[in-house]
């Protein structure tokens, strides 16, 4: 705040309207049978992505973008080159560059989301009107000298640039390391032929599920988090009571602490190694192969199951992994003749990936935490230096 004092240095800070400062336009619906994946024009409706593309375009490019409706409704984005603008997406563009620094407005508009969306419509499909957006307040520092106003917008974008290049800088480092750690798990689970054996996962260890949870016996509240196929590393939306968790842990199949939980619906062969949590998992859905680790460690089947061909079979129109062929699935087993030097290798496969794994997926550490960090702290600086003093409410009036 003492910094923003500075900046401002007494200066008188003006509430415009949007429409005082930009022009507002709402798009034009083009229908999907018109759109072709090989046009030039990204088409937009507000969010982060195009919704397809178009042989023309309606908007030239340096546009800030509102989503107009929707789940996405007040949404901000900039769009530096041409595009159509559907009938769900606001542009915004400038009408005097030469008193206003369009990128100070982006960063203010981007930090009045939650604004934004606060006054959307009640009732029915959460919308942004074009009302409220023409009204919309914008803080103009200095107004009545448009060169130091500029240096001032320009001072705070300087800084919030800064935070921006440094995500993007992370980010980026995060997509090369993904890639060098899908690289080096590629080359540590190829074998020579001399030196591995191919053994079926039935030779392992034997297919496991958890006992039948009906519909009934589940709510959207509870004591213990019941993963279906949807849920499935993911945050839980069902729950089963404390009593029938024990009851059916103790009666029939359930997964050890380091064993590999497999989707066998959905998303083929995606996985969860069970920290022992109380939790309970959808049964024939979601399997895992109970290994004593006496032949293949379960962290180095957790690592081949990223790149193993799972031989999915066809039911109907769902794809699913049945039991008899995740048990006809083959795993390299280094060194087989010698458990003691099978187990020291696939150790050392293991520990390496680990380290790429937390670098490139963990949450508490690594390069995800990281980036994680950094927004934050760049939403901090964006909110800080973007908090000017309100105005009366004779003049919102």
Known sequence: MEFMEKLLDGVEVEWKPLSDIASITIGEFVHKNKQDSNAKY???????????????????????????????????????????AGNSCYSVGAKNSAEINWTYIFYFLKNSENKLIGDQQKGGIPAVSKKQMEVFQ???????NPKKSLEIQAEIVRILDAFTAMTAELTAELNLRKKQYN????????????????????????????????????????????????????EPDAYIPRKLFEEYKGKYNFPKIGEILISASGTIGRTVIFNGED?????????????????????????????????????????????DNLRKLLVPVPYPNDVERSLKAQARIVAILDKFDTLTTSITEGLPREIELRQQQYEYYRDLLLSFPKPSDKQVA
């Open 279 to 323: 939790a309970y998992f959808q049964d024939s859905n979601i399997v895992w192969i109970e290994n004593d680790e006496s032949i293949v460690l379960n962290k180095f089947l957790f690592y081949f199951y990223q790149i193993a061909n799972w031989g999915v079979a066809e039911g109907g129109t769902i794809k699913r992994l049945y039991s």
């Open 183 to 234: 690289h080096y798990r590629d080359q540590l689970l190829s074998f020579d032929e001399d030196e591995v054996e191919w053994k079926a996962l039935g030779e392992i260890g034997q297919v496991r599920m958890c006992k039948r949870i009906l519909k009934a016996q589940t709510s959207t509240e509870g004591e213990v988090p019941f993963y279906k196929i949807g849920t499935f590393g993911k």
């Open 42 to 84: 990204p088409v937009y409706n507000g969010g982060i992505s195009p919704t397809g593309y178009y042989e023309k375009y309606n908007n030239t490019g340096d546009k800030i973008i509102v989503s107009a409706r929707g789940a996405n409704a007040g949404f901000v984005n900039r769009i530096s080159q041409p595009y159509w």
């Open 138 to 144: 914008i803080p103009i520092p200095c107004p009545d």
